[in-house]
């Protein structure tokens, strides 16, 4: 995570890459909760709906919401607060706007979310033909003009579908973490836990997503921001706002359903996330900040992944079909990956593809089975002060074993033996 500054010996920028199995099942949506895995099946053909004309060419509302209309009680119901934010990235919307010419933008906020979208139409994944139908039913409650089974999905849909499920995903982070927004002030107070800086979790402005439609305008987009070109994922701390930022291409061929878009978006906003709380004044270790961001991505479907390494790195072949038995082989089996080895990762590139599906069950099993405690713990490594006061990163290794015995009363040896019993009992 890059804060403006680059430094030789600290290269935050990561790149991500989502590689997708299909399995055989379609997925379960329960309304308030994530997604279960399941497959991708055929793609349904074209057709007009929403804002589409009859060619499914995008034809309507070229200048406004044609779901919310824009009006303001609309936008309230739909859990946004406008289409039309005030600044996105460095700048102002017209601005950022005017910079990145190209695909037409839009744009969406919430009440903890800024969004700028560009990518067009999709074509709905038959795979996720119940879990959307579900989701498309609960946005027509509130904007009855959502269409019924569509077989595209327009623009302004996909936004605010994406805006729906980004401030859900937020709400599951603040639940895992065990935090409500009250537990963040502007400020930072003289009394009372430290809690960062700010009522976003700990920074002071709102999370900010940018989905290009292109790579060339990513490219584009992230030169300008963080000073280099990157073809894939980029997170980024923007100062001196205070924000937490994620810009991701569409392009790619994994992404042209929202099925596979939005598990990757929310991997990149669950490390966002975590690295805000508490302010981000330094970087969570390695495997706590993957594996949480792993079981965020797998709640919503099991069978995606993003891969995470520093700029330069290639990208990863394919996943496992079944991540539940790649893990066990790599936990359980001959050449085990204990909690040692992942509390000793000094970056995402010592914690390769193996190392960081290890690293989701631990978090997955501390996340079940000990939810309080671990949400004690995050917030304990998140919020480390030192004599002056000030957030400190030093000694993290020894300020995570320290307080493993404190919140949940294990030595990692005694974590590891409760962690592969209960993984071994899985399915």
């Not at 920074?203 to 990513?218: G, S």
């Not at 990762?345 to 010592?350: C, G, I, L, P």
């Not at 914690?351 to 690293?359: S, W």
């Not at 020894?398 to 590891?416: I, M, S, V, W």
Request: aromatic share 8%; with cysteine; charged share 25%.
């Amino acid at each position: 995570m890059e804060t403006g500054v680059r430094s030789s010996s600290r290269r935050w920028i990561l790149r991500c890459v989502v590689v997708l199995v299909a399995l055989a099942q379609v997925a379960a949506f329960v309304p308030g909760s994530p997604r279960a895995n399941g497959a991708p099946g055929a793609p349904g053909s074209s057709g007009a709906s929403g804002a589409f004309g009859a060619s499914g060419e995008f034809a309507q509302a070229r200048d406004g919401c044609p779901y919310c209309k824009d009006d303001p009680q609309w936008l309230a119901a739909s859990s946004l607060e406008s289409h039309t934010p005030a600044v996105i990235g460095t700048g102002t919307r017209e601005e950022f706007a005017a910079k990145l010419v190209g695909p037409r933008w839009i744009f969406a906020e919430t009440a903890h979310l800024r969004i700028a979208f560009a990518p067009g139409p999709s074509t709905v994944d038959q795979g996720d033909r119940k879990a959307l139908d579900l989701e498309l039913d609960l946005l027509r409650k509130v904007l009855p003009s959502v269409p019924v089974k569509p077989k595209k999905l327009d623009p302004w849909l996909r936004l605010h579908l994406l805006a729906f499920r980004a401030e859900r995903l937020y709400s599951r982070v603040q639940q895992v973490l065990r935090v409500t927004d009250a537990d963040f002030p502007a400020q930072r107070t003289a009394d009372g836990p430290y809690m960062g800086n700010g009522r976003f979790l700990g920074e002071q402005d709102k999370f900010e997503l940018v989905i290009h439609a292109t790579v060339a305008q990513h490219k584009r987009f992230t030169s300008e921001l963080a000073g280099i070109e990157v073809t894939d994922a980029l997170r980024w701390h923007v100062m001196p706002a205070h924000k937490m930022l994620a810009s991701i291409p569409a392009e790619l061929a994994e992404f042209t359903s929202d099925r596979w878009l939005f598990p990757h978006v929310a991997h990149n906003l669950t490390h966002l996330m975590f690295c805000a709380y508490k302010h981000f004044s330094y970087d969570p270790p390695p495997w706590l900040d993957e594996g949480l961001a792993l079981a965020m991505e797998k709640e919503i479907e099991l069978v995606a992944q993003t891969y995470e390494g520093e700029e330069g790195t290639k990208r990863e072949g394919k996943g496992p079909a079944d991540p539940w038995a790649a893990a066990k082989k790599r936990a359980l089996g001959g050449s085990k990956v204990g909690f040692a080895e992942l509390l000793n990762a000094k970056n995402h590139v010592e914690l390769d593809a193996d190392r960081a599906l290890v690293a989701w069950t631990l978090v997955r099993f501390l996340i079940d089975e000990h939810g309080d405690a671990f949400a004690a713990f995050c917030g304990d490594v998140k919020g480390q002060l030192g004599p002056d006061g000030r957030p400190t990163g030093a000694n993290l290794v020894d300020l995570q074993r320290d307080k493993l015995r404190e919140r949940l009363g294990f030595t990692p040896q005694a974590l590891d033996e409760a962690w592969r019993a209960w993984l071994a009992a899985r399915r």
